[in-house]
């Protein structure tokens, strides 16, 4: 394989992608097995299938279209408290599905401040409930990645070149040609994919603010031929069709992105000369403050929810916040041992064929990896005493497509700008990984981090099949209280779970930016 | 597979002596609601320990038909000695696995419908019923409802048990014209979640006029938060019931436990906890009676209730029927 000067061990990828092969398909083969029915897909099975992929589509492209603005305005203004700003605004993108959807609500909802505003001026109020109240929630959910993702890669071009670029005098548009063309090239087919991929698994909120049965995904099916009719091939199958969804889509649009490398800058912080003042700078203002708007009230009207019942938990939903700590550390840890060898292997090589294979990870049902590790597991030991680590273990499987899709541009470009010199001093192994790698990826590898703690401090997947009460975590125990009329101090466990996970972010997320070398 | 096997035995051997050295283990099955700290779990853990000189344990698992998924999934093998939260619709379906056996529990129920099922015994019941803030004229039945302009949040019968209820309500009052009924009622219906806490979420929000859940919903506002403005809409058609049960499992290793779990929960020590905690009826009635606030409820004249055993076949029949009137 001669396409990259650097000697990393394709091994450790090879054994990680293998692990996440084995993991999913092992799960999908114990459903299987067990199945005793037909495999038969019924009319309502396929329509599900159609609404899946169509609403998935829409998402990704309105995401993606609105953040690719977004990310410009943020990658070419300075401003005090941006940093913050940015990284406050991933927070939806981590918030339980029950508690987004009730932010949402609370703002365009029918009795929202939107439309009481409407309502204060003599307009009809509007309903979001429909295709159009489903691409909102997923918008909400994915345009704080989007724009993170798309950032990441805006700020990886070298300081040099714009100001290389001004010296040339190029105008705005000429730089956009130029030098972030480019970059978006590379980025937004990666987006498109990862969101796409999230929004086929999408079940609660398409259910919630879909209006009914029109909106049901192949998740809902699954989980109906799981717990109504624990028609195990139907759930076998469905599961399989997910997965060829989302592994076509993945495979697909790696194919599709083109290989831009960067050579490296010397890392200075990134000067914009192409935005000059006046009107863009209006418009970038504006941009920001649409988008922060957008993301945030919901996120307040949240917090202001939660605040009365916050002073009033029970003991035991700090016990389970103190799971829900534990499963996001491991989850973590779990990630990064599968996500680092995987990066390394992909960036080196010419293709990302490997990293479909993380995605199947997101595309993957968790009640169908639950299910099955749960047969898997329960001959040996009772599935409770695992059920913390099974969901640390598929938090962490989850968690691997965007952590493959954070870390792989980083991995490449510092391949491509010390690839050669490292191979000229023989670096290899471990050495290689510790002086030259991680150094080099570390913002990359905090903002992963942090994504994965915070997924997994909010996940409801696969605890609650495994769970007793000894081992809920947070947002388990939130649905408890919920169902136990408990909607005050379910808020205000809501409101702790963003404390958390976003308290998870931040740390790992600070922790890479601190030693990056450049903003 | 062999050494693998024997590895298993092994292990459930050394389990199964470390557990009988100590206090019998008895483990429940259960939703989640019932074990939280404001559900009945608490409540009747103590209450049963004291009696029964044993551990019991209660195992939280979803909602009532991720219960029977649950136990559908381990088999002959479950750890499980008693499974406690199925309903009527579930009942012949969890029958049909062969997991659960006979009890001899013998008491006078006070269920709104002759019970003498050979291997379930029902610890509470309630009506389905919609529930609104005072302030709107509720309707008097569905055709009303579908004829107002009132919005309603309902549950998705493939996720949710009360989602479920209200299929069989439907079929169980219009029978064959059920399906006119969902077709009017679609432009009511401003949204289906996939189970009750989100719909009753959704309602206590303002997103909705009403929600669907049970006649003894509004006794928590009454009682729990001294607020009156929450009412429950008796319909001329009767209410769908709810009646939740518990089994035994045939292959539980704590039979006498199980059969004394069972004994115990049509008591006082149990059935007093259930008004207040599960927000339902108990099954027996205690001897105090009811708690003040109960007396405020609505009582249907006519209880609906679909034979266990036709509910599998309804269910799907009334699943079709629901999909289709409101897909379109």
């Keep these: 394989m001669a396409a990259s000067p650097v000697q990393i061990s394709r091994l450790g990828g090879i054994g990680a992608a293998t692990l996440v092969v084995a993991l999913i398909a092992a799960a999908l083969g114990a459903v299987a097995w067990r199945a005793e029915g037909g495999y038969s897909l019924g009319p309502a099975d396929w329509a599900a299938v159609r609404f899946t992929l169509w609403q998935a589509f829409l998402s990704a492209l309105i995401s993606v279209a609105l953040a690719v603005p977004v990310a410009r305005a943020l990658a070419r203004r300075r401003f005090a408290g941006r940093s913050a700003l940015i990284a406050l605004l991933g927070a939806p993108f981590i918030l339980p599905v029950i508690v987004a959807v009730l932010g949402i609500l609370a703002v365009f909802g029918r009795g929202g401040w939107v439309n009481q505003l409407l309502g204060y001026w003599g307009f009809v109020p509007l309903s979001i409930y429909g295709l159009g109240g489903v691409l909102l929630a ?37 730089v956009f040609r130029v030098l972030e063309w480019p970059v978006l090239l590379r980025v937004v087919p990666g987006a498109l994919a990862l969101i796409f991929v999230i929004c086929l698994a999408s079940f609660a909120v398409a259910l919630t603010l879909g209006g009914g049965p029109r909106a049901t995904t192949i998740e809902l099916a699954i989980y109906q031929a799981f717990l109504f009719d624990f028609d195990l091939g139907r759930a076998a199958m469905l599961s399989l069709m997910q997965l060829g969804m989302a592994g076509a889509a993945a495979v697909l649009a790696l194919w599709l992105v083109p290989q831009v490398s960067l050579t490296g800058g010397m890392g200075r912080m990134v000067r914009r000369w192409d935005a000059p003042t006046g009107v863009l700078r209006w418009v970038d203002a504006a941009l920001i403050a649409l988008a922060a708007a957008f993301l945030l009230v919901p996120l307040l009207s949240v917090v202001l929810s939660g605040l009365p019942g916050i002073t009033a938990l029970p003991a035991n939903v700090f016990r389970a916040a103190w799971s829900s700590v534990w499963v996001s550390c491991v989850s973590v840890c779990v990630l990064l041992a599968l996500a680092l060898p995987m990066a390394g292997w992909i960036g080196t090589s010419r293709r990302g064929g490997v990293e479909a294979a993380g995605l199947l990870g997101f595309a993957a049902s968790p009640l169908m990896i639950g299910t099955g590790w749960f047969i898997l597991i329960y001959p040996f030991a009772p599935p409770s005493a695992l059920a913390l680590p099974v969901t640390a273990l598929v ?54 981090a942090g994504l994965a703690a915070a997924l997994s401090m909010g996940d409801l997947g696969v605890i609650a099949l495994f769970a007793d ?38 740390i790992c997320d600070a922790w890479g930016r601190r030693g990056a070398i450049s903003e | 597979m062999k050494p693998i096997h024997l590895a298993a035995g092994v292990l459930a051997a050394t389990v199964a002596t470390t557990a009988q050295a100590e206090t019998p283990v008895l483990t429940v099955y259960t939703y989640d609601s019932f074990v939280s700290d404001w559900g009945p779990g608490p409540v009747i853990e103590k209450a049963f320990e004291e009696v029964c000189d044993c551990d019991l344990q209660f195992v939280g698992t979803g909602d009532g038909a991720a219960l029977l998924a649950r136990v559908k999934l381990e088999g002959a093998r479950s750890d499980a000695d008693v499974v406690l939260g199925l309903d009527t619709n579930l009942t012949a379906a969890a029958t049909a696995t062969g997991l659960f056996a006979p009890h001899s529990v013998d008491v006078a129920y006070d269920v709104p419908m002759e019970w003498s099922d050979p291997n379930f015994v029902p610890f509470d019941w309630g009506y389905f019923a919609f529930v609104y803030n005072d302030g709107i004229t509720p309707p008097k039945n569905f055709r009303e409802l579908a004829d107002s302009d009132l919005k309603i949040v309902i549950q998705d019968p493939r996720s949710s048990t009360p989602g479920l209820g209200l299929l069989m309500w439907v079929k169980a009052a219009y029978g064959d014209e059920a399906p006119a009924i969902w077709a009017d009622l679609a432009d009511n219906i401003v949204t289906v979640t996939k189970g009750w806490s989100e719909s009753y979420g959704l309602f206590l929000e ?34 769908y019931l709810q009646v939740e049960v518990a089994g035994k499992l045939a292959a539980s290793d704590q039979p006498e436990l199980a059969d004394k779990f069972l004994d115990f929960m049509v008591t006082d020590a149990f059935q007093s906890a259930i008004p207040t905690t599960n927000w339902m009826y108990p099954a027996v009635t205690p001897k105090d009676g009811l708690p003040e606030g109960f007396e405020t409820l609505i009582t249907p004249e006519t209880a609906l209730l679909v034979p266990s055993e036709d509910a599998p076949a309804l269910r799907d029949e009334a699943l079709q029927e629901w999909l289709q009137a409101l897909s379109k």
């Design chain 1, 138 to 174: 997923h918008v909400f959910f994915n345009l704080p990645l989007a724009t993170r993702l798309i950032l990441q890669g805006w700020q990886g071009i070298p300081a040099e070149r714009f100001r290389l670029a001004a010296q040339l005098g190029l105008t705005p548009r000429m």
């Design chain 1, 395 to 448: 938090n962490a499987l989850m968690a691997l497509p965007f952590a493959l899709r954070i870390l792989v541009p980083g991995v490449r470009d510092v391949v491509a700008a010390q690839g050669r010199l490292s191979a000229a001093l023989g670096l290899r192994g471990w050495r290689l990984w510790l002086w030259v790698i991680l150094p080099g990826v570390r913002p990359q590898v905090g903002f992963a």
């Design chain 1, 469 to 506: 009460q000894d081992h809920a975590t947070l947002p388990l125990q939130m649905y408890r209280l919920m169902g136990a009329y408990q909607m005050q101090a379910a808020a205000g466990a809501a409101l702790l779970l963003i404390i958390l996970a976003f308290g998870a972010f931040w």
């Design chain 2, 206 to 239: 303002g997103e909705a006029d009403m929600a669907l859940s049970y006649t003894t919903s509004p006794a928590y506002h009454l009682i729990a938060e001294e607020d009156a403005t929450k009412k429950a809409a008796p319909f001329s058609e009767g209410h």
